[in-house]
């Protein structure tokens, strides 16, 4: 059984930056393509970023394009999401994902994830 459990998360002034860390076990983590999500209250979850199995290739939503940087560390069984120059419409619930299947490239759609973690509040003040 897959566990995700994301931190990380807070209040930050617009501006400002964050780091979510997404801790996986229970699968060989190196083996799937990880993603970030994030749902607002009223509106559907939608895609951030993904990664690779091996870390190259990142995937990003255009609204986050240049702002945000998912990493990983396959040592540690942990990805990343690090989030500069936070605006207030950042904020959310941002879930963590693993792929469904191994060695997949990563996708944005929802449907190609399999597992999700619990979630963690970002919140940014203007």
């Known amino acids: 059984q897959v566990r995700l459990v994301e931190s990380g998360g807070g209040l930050v002034q617009a501006g400002g930056s964050l780091r979510l860390s997404c801790a996986a076990s229970?699968?060989?983590?190196?083996?799937?393509?990880m993603g970030w999500f994030r749902q607002d209250p009223g509106k559907e979850r939608e895609f951030v970023a993904a990664i690779r199995w091996g870390g190259s290739r990142p995937l990003y939503a255009d609204s986050v394009k240049g702002r945000f940087t998912i990493s990983r560390d396959n040592a540690k069984n942990t990805v990343y999401l690090q989030m500069n120059s936070l605006k207030p419409e950042d904020t959310a619930v941002y879930y963590c994902a693993q792929h469904r299947d191994p060695f997949t490239v990563p996708q944005a759609q929802q449907t190609h994830f399999g597992s999700w973690g619990q979630g963690t509040q970002v919140t940014v003040s203007s």
């Open positions: 229970g699968r060989t983590f190196s083996n799937y393509a």
